[in-house]
């Protein structure tokens, strides 16, 4: 069992900078893969990034290539996603996600947080 707390989201002009953190509890964070979603209004959930359980393997949505980084911090149990360039279209709910089976499905995941919202204006 695994728990997700999301933060540092928040209202940003386009072309602006932010890191979501993404804080786990329990002891198995370190062989989970992980992920990061989002959810706009009227849209379905899409696939923002994802982070094998080494950190050695990562794997971005089209829309976000080359502006967005997922990182993981065993240490801390942590994920971060840096999000750079920021567009208006990047405006959602951010979700963090654990996948414990390692299924290496990008959209597979089995525990997830309560998302943080992420605004980007004009």
């Known amino acids: 069992q695994v728990q997700l707390e999301e933060s540092g989201g928040g209202l940003v002009q386009a072309g602006g900078s932010l890191r979501l953190s993404c804080a786990a509890s329990g002891r198995a964070f370190s062989v989970y893969d992980m992920g990061w979603l989002r959810q706009a209004p009227g849209k379905e959930r899409e696939f923002v990034a994802r982070?094998?359980?080494?950190?050695?393997?990562?794997n971005y949505g089209d829309s976000v290539k080359g502006r967005f980084t997922i990182s993981r911090d065993g240490a801390k149990n942590t994920v971060y996603l840096q999000m750079n360039s920021l567009k208006l279209e990047d405006t959602a709910v951010y979700y963090c996600?654990?996948?414990?089976?390692?299924?290496?499905?990008?959209?597979?995941?089995?525990?997830w947080g309560q998302g943080t919202q992420v605004t980007v204006s004009s």
């Open positions: 996600a654990a996948d414990s089976r390692r299924t290496g499905i990008i959209r597979q995941y089995d525990y």
């Open positions: 982070i094998s359980w080494s950190g050695g393997s990562t």
